[in-house]
């Protein structure tokens, strides 16, 4: 079966300093890889994909991720972490359902 | 324009009871999905309908009964609410049941059973 797992559950950074949050898949073919992001008592929003092509995929938000196939990773990113991205990010691997990470929460600190 | 609506945002009930949640999502999309995430934010997927068709239905109990009236609507109906039932309920649309489509979630509705 199709999984993801975030091995970290919180993330803590200072504001402006670069943000990774990490995920890696296991998958039997194709993997189609997604990051979402939740914040307080809000749905989750869509912040980018990889499913094809160049491994660096650019989202919204500043937000990029990197698609490793050597060491199954899909790690978000970001250059400079600003307060706002304080929320709860989920890696989601999708076939006909999505099946999400545990989740992990980023903490920016002014 | 809300794409992804879902009624009521809270529902506080008693155990035994049964509630109703709608969602209807103005995106013109084919699927329809149901996730519970848990307290520890964990999300699970529930049911899934394509053109108004149960195309996934993961273990959940048959308290739980969704409906699909028209793509744009999918219900979720719960019977006989139990304590382990209190959550927030996800619906989530895309635009057709494959692979490569992201999610577009609603607001949730956080359901507490006392």
């Known amino acids: 079966a199709q999984s993801v797992a975030q091995p970290e559950d919180q993330v803590n950074v200072a504001e402006g300093n670069p943000l990774t949050v990490k995920c890696t898949y296991s998958?039997?073919?194709?993997?189609?890889l997604f990051w979402y992001v939740q914040y307080p008592n809000r749905g989750l929003q869509f912040l980018l994909k990889y499913i094809t092509g160049d491994n660096l995929v650019k989202g919204s938000y500043g937000f990029e991720a990197e698609f490793n196939k050597s060491q199954t990773s899909f790690h978000l990113k970001k250059p400079s972490a600003l307060v706002s991205d304080s929320a709860l990010y989920f890696c989601a691997v999708r076939d006909l359902r999505s099946r999400f990470g545990a989740g992990t929460t980023v903490t920016v600190r002014a | 324009d809300t794409a992804v609506s879902q009624t009521p945002k809270y529902l506080v009930t008693q155990m035994g009871n049964d509630k109703s949640i709608k969602c209807e999502q103005n995106l013109g999309h084919d699927t329809m999905y149901w996730y519970k995430q848990d307290s520890k934010k964990f999300l699970k997927i529930m049911f899934s309908?394509?053109?108004?068709?149960?195309?996934i239905n993961e273990t959940v109990p048959n308290r739980f009964s969704p409906k699909s009236p028209d793509k744009a609507h999918l219900n979720l109906h719960i019977n006989s609410l139990e304590l382990g039932d209190s959550a927030v309920y996800f619906c989530?649309?895309?635009?057709?049941?494959?692979?490569?489509?992201?999610?577009?979630f609603g607001e949730g509705s956080r359901l507490t059973v006392l």
């Open positions: 989530a649309s895309s635009q057709v049941a494959t692979t490569t489509g992201e999610l577009f």
């Open positions: 309908y394509n053109n108004k068709e149960l195309i």
């Open positions: 998958v039997s073919g194709n993997p189609y």
